[in-house]
Nanobody, 116 residues
Framework: QVQLMESGGGSVQAGGSLSLSCAAP????????MGWYRQRPGEQREHVAG???????TYTGSAKGRFTISRDNAKNAAYLQMNDLKSEDTGVYLC??????????YGQGTQVTVSS
């Protein structure tokens, strides 16, 4: 099964910054959309940020103004810079990618923990 490779995350105090990276394998050519969901225990998965192949971005909720998503199409990769982190940003961040008309593929997830 095709899976994205995620890196980054970790633990930080409130107000700090973390970055996430996500790369699709070369066999998964030209992903149209890439982005991240956040999963907290006992809660539904929440979309955090997404970016299209031509660079259009979407952000959900409190990610607006604090998170920046970018991508490098040549590397089949996306990046999420998270600034001014808050305790409510804590969770497992799950990278996704898809092509037009196809289902998402996902990474293994990476933990982000923000302590107040």
């Amino acid at each position: 099964q095709v899976q994205l490779m995620e890196s980054g995350g970790g633990s930080v105090q409130a107000g700090g910054s973390l970055s996430l990276s996500c790369a699709a394998p070369r066999t998964f050519t030209r992903p149209e959309n890439m982005g991240w969901y956040r999963q907290r225990p006992g809660e539904q998965r929440e979309h955090v940020a997404g970016i299209t192949r031509d660079g259009q971005t979407t952000y959900t909720g409190s990610a607006k103004g604090r998170f920046t998503i970018s991508r490098d199409n040549a590397k089949n990769a996306a990046y999420l810079q998270m600034n001014d982190l808050k305790s409510e940003d804590t969770g497992v961040y799950l990278c996704y990618a898809n092509r037009a008309g196809s289902l998402n593929i996902y990474g293994q997830g990476t933990q982000v923990t923000v302590s107040s």
